[in-house]
């Protein structure tokens, strides 16, 4: 099987959408001699910032000197990079064989997974044929019955700010979704969560924690010293360490402390990290698509934020610069609060251009203009099919300020096209 071959196969599966429970994936582990068990873990769930924890926690273990496992999704700048160790995908051989594999053993006729299901299967098969040392894996939705969950307990179980998303699966209340999302917490483990916990989400964790005998850690903000901010980074003192985060927004600080209290947290299983570790690995830290700047100037924006939670946190960074009259690129599924989203997002802007992203579940472009009309009716507004079309739109206003945002789907297309334009120039 070549590389293309496994890319035609993955897209096959993909109109059986996202498949909730554990028995296809245990069924398919068990078929592959469970790899998954075979390895070590932290494992993250979250509505907000678990894609930048998963990051920085692996570019701190592997400054360590750990072979480090990663696992996330959505696919952002293409699939194999949500494979990696040590910051390195898998390689287009790797993939293509371990697709193959899968393949042989029948799969499709006997569990028929989804393509979140038989890329878990990968990942596993993937880290265990490495040896990684500890892997951390991603859950791609909820938690409980997530296809990551299939794994043993893990040594840290993280919990990063948990909102209102995914309703319709996970329940209506933070309450509901965070008894999902805890669904990864399986004793013996360490428990970590976030600073700054929704009060209703940080009951149900401890509740959690306390049924199970495991103590939480959670990161004291209140001992940030924030030394230096700019668009570009951030610089902090937290207990005695002065870090440099080469990010964006403030919220990534504290995304920064609960990957250092989760890499602390296994310490006793092996896994020491001194500060100067954790001051590299957060230092080389990459993260795409969040708040990414692109360009400065003009300026170019990148940011995958789809709930009201990660666009509130956008909000605050353009706040905190005095970006406005921006152009945004817009583009939403149409199972989010699309409403709540662009009515924070529009006041930003002088200009949205409102394109289809490439997903089932998208919200069409003039469906997603005809709300914004409603938000701002004096706000010029104009819908494109393409995410493509829509940068090269906003991009004939030379000079203009642009933000692309509503949508990792929209995100992860647009920033190789400004990447590639940006190195041609």
């Known amino acids: 099987m070549t590389y293309s071959d496994s890319l035609k196969l993955i897209d096959s599966l993909k109109p059986g959408g996202m498949k909730l429970g554990l028995d296809r994936i245990g069924h398919i582990l068990d078929l592959c001699g469970h790899p998954e068990r075979r390895l070590r873990y932290i494992h993250v769930s979250g509505t907000n910032g678990k894609g930048s924890v998963s990051r920085m926690i692996q570019s701190i273990l592997t400054s360590a000197g750990y072979r480090t496992g990663l696992y996330t999704s959505p696919s952002i700048t293409g699939i194999r990079?949500?494979?990696?160790i040590d910051g390195t995908p898998i390689t287009e051989p790797e993939f293509a064989d371990i697709a193959e594999k899968l393949c042989s053993l029948n799969i499709k006729a006997q569990a028929y997974p989804s393509e979140f299901e038989f890329t878990t299967a990968m990942a596993f098969i993937h880290f265990a044929n490495r040896h990684t040392d500890v892997c951390v894996v991603e859950c791609g939705l909820g938690g409980r019955d997530d296809?990551?969950?299939v794994i043993p307990p893990p040594l840290a179980a993280?919990?990063?700010p948990i909102s209102l998303d995914h309703t319709t699966i996970l329940g209506d209340t933070v309450s509901e979704i965070t008894s999902n999302k805890c669904g990864i917490i399986k004793s013996p483990c360490s428990v970590i969560t976030s600073p700054g916990q929704h009060e209703d989400a940080l009951a149900v964790i401890l509740e959690t924690a306390a049924k199970n005998g495991l103590t939480i850690r959670i990161p004291s903000k209140g001992t940030v010293q924030y030394l230096n901010q700019s668009l570009d980074k951030s610089v902090?003192?937290?207990?005695?360490?002065a870090i440099t985060l080469p990010l964006t927004g403030l919220f990534q600080t504290?995304?920064?402390l609960t990957a250092i209290e989760s890499v602390r947290a296994i310490k006793h299983a092996g896994f020491p990290v001194t500060k100067e570790q954790i001051q590299d690995g957060l230092n080389k830290v990459i993260i795409p698509c969040r708040q990414e700047v692109l360009r400065?100037?003009?300026?170019?924006?990148?940011d995958g934020a789809h709930n009201p939670q990660g666009v509130s946190a956008l909000a605050d960074t353009l706040t905190s610069y005095g970006i406005s009259g921006l152009t945004?690129?817009?583009?939403?599924?149409a199972d989010k609060d699309v409403m709540q989203c662009m009515s924070v997002l529009a006041h930003f802007c002088k200009r949205i251009i409102c394109c289809t992203p490439d997903n089932p579940r998208a919200l069409p472009a003039e469906a997603l203009a005809n709300i914004l009309h409603a938000i701002a009716p004096n706000l010029e507004v104009e819908a494109v099919d393409s995410p493509v079309t829509a940068l090269a739109l906003a991009q004939s206003d030379t000079g203009a300020d642009i933000l692309i945002a509503g949508s990792f789907f929209l995100a992860n297309v647009?920033?190789?096209?400004?990447?590639?334009h940006n190195q041609n120039l």
């Open 254 to 256: 504290e995304n920064a």
């Open 236 to 241: 902090f003192e937290y207990d005695g360490m």
């Open 158 to 160: 993280v919990i990063t």
């Open 81 to 84: 990079d949500t494979i990696t």
């Open 296 to 302: 400065t100037n003009p300026l170019i924006m990148i």
């Open 414 to 420: 647009l920033r190789s096209v400004v990447l590639n």
């Open 328 to 333: 945004m690129i817009a583009g939403m599924l």
């Open 147 to 149: 296809a990551t969950n």
